[in-house]
C-alpha cells in the first residue's frame, strides 16, 4: 500500500465521527488504536474533531478553508466513520468535507482491499478461500468533480450534465499506483475496468495509459474489462481478480460489490491517500441511518481503517497486530448481527482492545 515514506514511532491523526453509525464505529476504532499503541510502544495523538451533519445544521457550517488546511498541515492524517444524514438530503456538508478533502488534499488513491478472511461469511455458494481483492480507485477525476450544471432547473424542460474529467497525469498515476502495489506485494495481476465500449474518449485515454504503464510491468499479467462484464464477474469468480484499477465511481461501485462478496459492508476499509504527504481512512460503508444509534453496527471495517492507517504510517507490527485481532474476533464469532453474532458494537471493541492489551 502506499505509504507516508517515513517511518517513525510518533504521529499525529484527527478523529472525525460523522453522522449515523459513524460515532458508533469510530469510537472503537479510537479505542482500538489506543490499545494497540499501547501494546507496541508508539506515540500516537487523537484528536477529535467535530465536522458532521450536527455541526452544519447547528452553525451552517461544514469546514472552512482554516480547518482543511490545518488538518493537512498539523496531521499526518484522519480516521473517518461516514458522512451522510437525512437531514441533509443535498448531501451538501459530505461534498465539501469528505470529496472537499479528497480534492484538496489530492488524495488520488482510493485504496479498498477486499480479503475473504472467513469462506462462510460470503454470500456466495463455494467461494474460493483465496478471494483476495485490492480495488485502486481514482479519487480526483472522473464524474466526481461537479463539472457540469443544469439549466431550467425545476422546470418541465430541465436539462442537467455532469462531465467525466480524465487528464493523462491523473489516469497515469493511479494506474501506476496499481501496478506498483502489484510488483510490491507479488501479485501476479492488475486489471482495468472501464466502459471503453460506449464512453469512448475517457476509455481511449484509460486503455492507452494502461498499456503504457503496463509495458514497464512485463512479468504482470495485464487485462482490460468492461464495467458491465466485471459486476457479473465479480460475483462468477472473484478469485481471479488481485489488482484492479478503475475511474471514480466505477471504482465507488465494484467496491461496495467486492466488499459484499468477501463478507460486507461491516468489513470493508478504505484509505484516501496522497503518497508521501497525507492519507484519509474511512469505512467503505456510508453512515447507515436505518440502524444508527441501535448499538449494532459493525465497527471491524472501522478497526481495518486502523490498520490501514498503521500500515500507511510505516508502524507494521501494529497494523498486522491489529489485522489479526480482526481475523480473530471473526474466528470467535465476536460480531454484530450483520455478520450473525449478537455482540454489541461496544462489545466488540471491548474484546478487541482486550486483547491488544494482554
Ligand atoms: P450504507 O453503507 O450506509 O448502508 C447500506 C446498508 O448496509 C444498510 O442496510 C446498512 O445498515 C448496512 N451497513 C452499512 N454499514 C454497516 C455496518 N458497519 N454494520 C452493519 N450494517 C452496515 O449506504 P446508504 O444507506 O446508501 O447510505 C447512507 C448514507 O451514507 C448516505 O447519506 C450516503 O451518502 C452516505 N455514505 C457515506 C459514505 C462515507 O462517508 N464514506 C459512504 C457511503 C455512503
Ligand atoms: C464512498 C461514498 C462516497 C463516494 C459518497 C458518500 C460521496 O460512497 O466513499 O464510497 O461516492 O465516494
Ligand atoms: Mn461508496
Known sequence: MPGKGTPGRQARLAVIGGDGIGPEVIAVAADVL???????????????????????????????????DRLVRDYDGALLGALGDPRVPDNAHTRDILLGLRFYA?????????????????????????????????????????????????????????ESLNTYPGVE???????????????????????????????????????????????????????????MDLVRRPERYEVVVTSNLFGDILSDLGAQVTGGLGLAPSGNINPGSWALFEPVHGSAPDIAGRGIANPLAAVGCVALALEYLEMHEAAADVDECIAASLRDGV??????????????GDWMAARLRD
Open 106 to 162: 489530492d488524495l488520488y488513491v482510493n485504496f479498498r482491499p477486499c480479503k475473504l478472511l472467513i469462506p462462510a461469511l460470503s454470500p456466495l455458494r463455494d467461494p474460493d478461500p483465496a478471494t483476495d481483492i485490492v480495488f485502486f480507485r481514482e479519487n480526483t477525476e472522473g464524474l466526481y468533480t461537479g463539472l457540469g450544471g443544469r439549466f431550467k432547473a425545476g422546470t418541465s424542460e430541465e436539462v442537467a450534465t455532469q
Open 173 to 231: 498515476r493511479i494506474v501506476r499506483a496499481a501496478f506498483e502495489h502489484a510488483a510490491a506485494t507479488g501479485r501476479g495481476r492488475v486489471t482495468m475496468v472501464d466502459k471503453a465500449n460506449a464512453l469512448v474518449h475517457e476509455g481511449a485515454l484509460w486503455r492507452r495509459v494502461f498499456a503504457e504503464v503496463g509495458a514497464g510491468f512485463p512479468d504482470i499479467t495485464q487485462d482490460a474489462m468492461y464495467v458491465d462484464a466485471m459486476a
Open 34 to 68: 489506543a490499545a494497540a499503541s499501547h501494546r507496541h510502544g508508539l506515540d500516537l495523538a487523537l484528536d477529535w474533531w467535530d465536522l458532521s451533519a450536527d455541526r452544519y445544521l447547528r452553525d451552517g457550517v461544514t469546514i472552512t478553508g482554516d480547518e482543511r
Open 335 to 348: 460480531t454484530t448481527p450483520d455478520l450473525g453474532g449478537s455482540a454489541k458494537t461496544t462489545e466488540v
